[in-house]
């Protein structure tokens, strides 16, 4: 079986920016208490009637296809992943598909939140492993900021996330010593509805009420002890797993990009895997939690500012709502 490689990497940001001063007009809240608990001291929001997830997914997928010298019609599927797609349904995919001005490829949306772009490229890995497709499309695309509650109740959550896109090409590998190492995919439903959105709920006969939209159970709810405790066990238990598959150690990876939750988990995996701040990005300070744009955001940047070059060793990892945890090893 071949190999899958990176052939190219591109991420689009909205254009307003939103500042934890800014937030503090609208909640009781405090740039102080945001920067210490979060790292985050801004991120993007999108204006409506330009931005939506699926066209921000096509500006960052054009960059990514022009990085690898491709043309959309040369893609042969797309995999998508958000938690936040354009409408209930259809998907995004065929969205972007159709922002790319490409027709009956195939398209595959992916909800797996913060580690649907981890899950997305396993799924992309997959198909070019077997031989089925060459040119695979894999984004992470969102918009949070129509979905948060912006009054004093919702601080705990509104605070964090932001909107964002980031895309990659995965073609097939010259040789199995480079590309896509292995991906290592798990969830746990157990916790489903400590980090999720509960309405509109189709299990109700009524799927949109008063009563949900007034108790703010169409917001984001998450117990936020519980999703640290979580995260700082299973990030880097994934990381390890990824580096024992292959035969590595954490001193070997050159760049790790960790799903971008909030700087205290980042530092904490940092100090765990014993790896020095350069080899981690760290980009929520400029787009907070950009949940499953987040990996694709931050690899493409690291890419963009050099920090990743040939031969090096690559981890992603991600941790998040599902609960759900994922990890790629990549030699670049
Ligand atoms: N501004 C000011 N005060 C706030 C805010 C805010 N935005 N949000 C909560 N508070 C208050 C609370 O009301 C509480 O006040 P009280 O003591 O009077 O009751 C106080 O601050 C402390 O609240 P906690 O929820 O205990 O704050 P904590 O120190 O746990 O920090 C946080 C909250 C940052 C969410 C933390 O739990 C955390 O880091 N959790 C990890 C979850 C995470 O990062 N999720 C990211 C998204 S999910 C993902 O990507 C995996």
């Known amino acids: 079986m071949r190999n899958s490689k990176i052939a190219g990497v591109g991420h689009y940001v909205p254009e307003q920016v939103v500042t934890n001063k800014d937030l503090e007009q609208l ?3 405090s740039d102080e208490w945001i920067q210490e608990r979060t790292g985050i001291k801004e991120r993007r929001y999108f204006t409506e009637g330009v931005d939506t997830t699926a066209n921000m997914a096509a500006k960052a997928s054009r960059k990514a296809l022009e990085m690898a010298n491709l043309q959309p019609e040369q893609i042969d599927l797309i995999v998508f992943a958000t938690l936040s797609p354009d409408y209930v349904f259809p998907g995004s995919g065929v969205l ?20 649907g772009f981890i899950y997305a490229l396993s799924v992309a890995d997959q198909f070019i492993k077997t031989g089925m497709y060459n040119n695979v499309l894999v984004v992470g695309s969102e918009i949070h900021s129509s979905g948060l509650d912006f009054s004093t109740r919702g601080r705990g959550v509104s605070v964090i996330f932001g909107d964002g896109a980031g895309a990659l090409v995965l073609t097939p590998s010259e040789s199995n010593d480079k590309g896509v190492l292995s991906t290592h995919l798990h969830a746990d439903g157990e916790f489903a509805e400590e980090l999720a959105v509960l309405a509109p709920a189709t299990n109700k006969k009524d799927r949109l009420t008063h009563e949900m939209l007034e108790d703010g159970s169409i917001y984001p709810y998450m117990n936020g002890n519980m999703v640290f405790k979580h995260a700082v066990t299973r990030f880097p238990e994934v990381i390890e797993e990824a580096l024992n598959k292959n035969g590595y150690k954490a001193t070997d990876i050159d760049m790790l990009i960790p799903h971008q939750a909030n700087l205290r988990i980042t530092s904490y995996i940092q100090q765990k895997m014993g790896l020095p701040a350069e080899k981690v990005m760290s980009n929520i300070h400029k787009y907070g939690n950009t949940t499953a744009a987040s990996v694709p955001i931050a690899l ?12 090096d060793l690559v981890c992603l990892a991600a941790f998040g709502s599902g609960f759900t945890w994922a990890s790629a090893l990549i030699r670049w």
């Open 96 to 115: 972007l598909e159709r922002e790319l001005g490409i027709k009956e490829i195939p398209a595959i949306d992916i909800r797996n939140q913060c580690s």
């Open 27 to 29: 909640m009781d809240t």
């Open 300 to 311: 493409s940047e690291a890419v963009q500012e050099g920090r990743i070059k040939e031969g």
